[in-house]
């Protein structure tokens, strides 16, 4: 299966706000009422991923799904179709957000994405399933900068 890419850049309904802070790694962002920065970031991502899905016509089935082997981001569907979609959040002027997905990541979101088959009904008249990856940046004023989907990437 080949990979789609659909590009979107600064939608202005887009708009949601972080919460401000300086700075870009991981490990000294500060812990702000039981959420780190870095989870709030990620957050924010998967919401405008999901919003990107449902402006296409898809339905969420489940967000954050757990199974043994991980965490699914979203799972949605549309009419004959159920796609599994793992989210990658930055900040602009940090690497492109898809890069931090290797061959292991890829390998786990196919296995826990099985597991997830396993256990729980698939939804009628599923005819396709898909893995998509979807990158997120956000600028300095964390509004959505561009969203960067690959349809069957996985």
């Known amino acids: 299966m080949r990979a789609e890419l659909c590009c979107i850049s600064r939608p202005a309904a887009h708009a949601e706000i972080l919460g401000n802070s300086p700075h870009n790694r991981h490990d000294d962002w500060p812990n702000l009422g039981g959420m780190h920065l870095r989870a709030k970031l990620g957050q924010t991502g998967e919401e405008f991923a999901l919003r990107h899905y449902e402006t296409a016509g898809y339905s969420l089935v489940a967000q954050n799904a757990r199974t043994r082997l991980g965490e699914l981001d979203l799972i949605v569907t549309r009419p004959g179709v159920l796609v599994f979609v793992e989210v990658r959040t930055r900040r602009a002027g940090n690497a492109n957000p898809l890069e931090s997905i290797d061959r ?30 979807v990158g997120i940046t956000l600028d300095r004023s964390n509004q959505l900068a561009s969203l960067e989907c690959l349809e069957g990437a996985l």
Do not use: C, F, H, Y
């Open 104 to 133: 292991r990541k890829a390998l786990q979101v196919r296995r826990t994405a099985g597991q997830w088959l396993a256990a729980n009904r698939t939804p009628p008249g599923i005819s396709e399933l898909r893995i998509d990856a």
